[in-house]
């Protein structure tokens, strides 16, 4: 009967260690990723891409009235994604169609522009570079926030960027236009 108890207990302990060591681990990532400038993380998921993209970096595009600032431009046959990344910490709510959203760390409550906008912003600017009705697709990438509200499929969190890009299978873009807009954006 000692026996029986030992050995029941040996196993819840052993049980509990496993578990402590489980949970450890998942802090121990979940912190070292949150020590990755949000710009390393977003790129690192660019680089993973396939030989189907051509991912260009700090996309400046001179207007009229000035310049405009894309962080990424991703060229594939299945359109061109326009990539504006959202670096803030913590709980991020608002609207879809409100100017301002709320950021939420520790207590202390921030108002930032609504990345959707800037988002359509770049795309407006690379509609008129490229000269062209093209398919541009947008797509924000959150790097250390929680989302509260539903912000559409668009808005997306950084672990999600490849399942984005692998959602748009449909070919859009035939290779002339591509070859044409990479061209563009060396310019």
């Known amino acids: 009967m000692i026996d029986i108890i030992s050995i029941y207990w040996i196993k819840i302990l052993a049980t509990l260690v496993v578990l402590l060591a489980l949970i450890i681990?998942?802090?121990?990532?979940?912190?070292?990723n949150?020590?990755?400038?949000?710009?390393?993380?977003?790129?690192?998921?660019?680089?993973?891409?396939?030989?189907?993209?051509?991912?260009?970096?700090?996309?400046?595009?001179?207007?009229?009235?000035?310049?405009?600032?894309?962080?990424?431009?991703?060229?594939?046959?299945?359109?061109?994604?326009?990539?504006?990344c959202?670096?803030?910490?913590?709980k991020i709510?608002?609207?879809k169609n409100v100017r301002?959203?709320?950021v939420r760390e520790r207590g202390v409550d921030e108002t930032i522009l609504n990345p959707l906008w800037e988002n359509r912003k770049y795309i407006n600017a690379l509609e008129r570079k490229l000269n062209q009705s093209l398919p541009l697709?947008?797509?924000v990438v959150f790097t250390h926030?929680?989302?509260?509200d539903d912000f559409g499929p668009t808005a997306v969190g950084v672990g999600r960027l490849q399942k984005f890009f692998a959602e748009h299978t449909k070919v859009l873009m035939g290779q002339v236009d591509q070859k044409s807009v990479i061209a563009i954006?060396?310019?």
Not at 25 to 32: C, D, I, M, P
Not at 145 to 148: K, S
């Open 25 to 32: 681990l998942f802090l121990r990532s979940g912190y070292e």
């Open 34 to 84: 949150s020590n990755i400038p949000g710009k390393e993380l977003v790129k690192r998921e660019l680089d993973r891409l396939d030989d189907n993209y051509v991912v260009f970096c700090n996309v400046i595009i001179h207007l009229e009235r000035g310049m405009s600032h894309i962080p990424y431009v991703v060229v594939s046959p299945y359109g061109i994604f326009v990539v504006a």
């Open 86 to 90: 959202c670096y803030h910490a913590g």
């Open 93 to 95: 709510s608002g609207q």
């Open 100 to 102: 301002e959203w709320k």
């Open 137 to 139: 697709i947008p797509v």
């Open 145 to 148: 926030a929680n989302l509260v």
């Open 185 to 187: 954006l060396k310019e």
